[in-house]
């Protein structure tokens, strides 16, 4: 199936830098900022600081009203973003610490979701600072079959005897449409004298 989400995303991208071009505007700068706050509120903005009336009325409208209508179609579901942008799973999916991985040396204490990113809050009981976590994240259809797993990595170190709270990128490959998701450490370094 084509992803018209992705699509979207990207004739936006094109239509902010072709805004840019024709308000005698950098267009890296305003592609690096649609990228930063989204295309329709770059194109929105550079729109609305054109001092040109002729800009206003003729390429400028045109190309915002294309815009305007991309998102239009993507509000109303004509279009979808693919599970990896929007959030993944279904609205019922749910985000667990594994059991293997709530005792010991390093153990999870929470696990969920914030948009582009997996939050794993990861407890160091060790007297030594971890320098890399390894993780694997495995999910569930809705009858707790496994579907698939993908393994992530984190470099945030953790102090000894502290907790904290570490984002892992969920990247675009995410399953559609999983029940529940759990996760593990599978492995974990600690920061040595050679480090420093």
Same mark, same amino acid.
């Given at each position: ?14 239509l ?11 267009? /890296? ?48 579901? /004509? ?11 279904? @609205? ?5 610490? @594994? &059991? ?11 696990f ?8 794993? &809050? ?5 007297? $030594? ?6 993780? $694997?994240?495995?999910?569930?259809? &809705? ?6 797993? $993908? ?14 709270? /570490? ?6 490959? /995410?399953?559609?449409?999983f029940?529940?998701?759990?996760i ?13």
């Amino acid at each position: 199936m084509v992803s018209y989400g992705i699509i979207a995303i990207l004739v936006g991208f094109v239509l902010v830098g072709i805004l840019a071009n024709k308000a005698n505007r950098s267009v /890296v700068g305003w592609l690096l900022l649609s990228f930063i706050i989204s295309p329709l509120l770059a194109a929105l903005i550079l729109y609305l600081i054109n001092p040109s009336k002729e800009f206003k009325k003729g390429p400028g409208l045109i190309y915002l009203i294309i815009l305007f209508g991309l998102i239009a179609l993507l509000v109303a579901g /004509v279009m979808q973003i693919p599970d990896g942008f929007s959030g993944s799973g279904s @609205s019922k999916s749910t985000y667990e610490v @594994s &059991q293997s991985s709530q005792a010991g040396s390093v153990c999870l204490l929470s696990f969920g979701v914030e948009s582009w990113e997996y939050t794993v &809050q990861v407890q160091n009981n060790t007297d $030594r600072e971890i320098k890399r976590t390894d993780f $694997r994240i495995i999910y569930y259809d &809705q009858e707790g079959n496994q579907i698939d797993y $993908r393994d992530k990595t984190s470099h945030e170190p953790v102090d000894a005897h502290m907790t904290k709270t /570490v984002r892992l990128n969920k990247g675009i490959d /995410v399953p559609k449409h999983f029940g529940k998701a759990t996760i593990k450490i599978t492995n974990y370094s600690y920061v040595s004298s050679f480090d420093y």
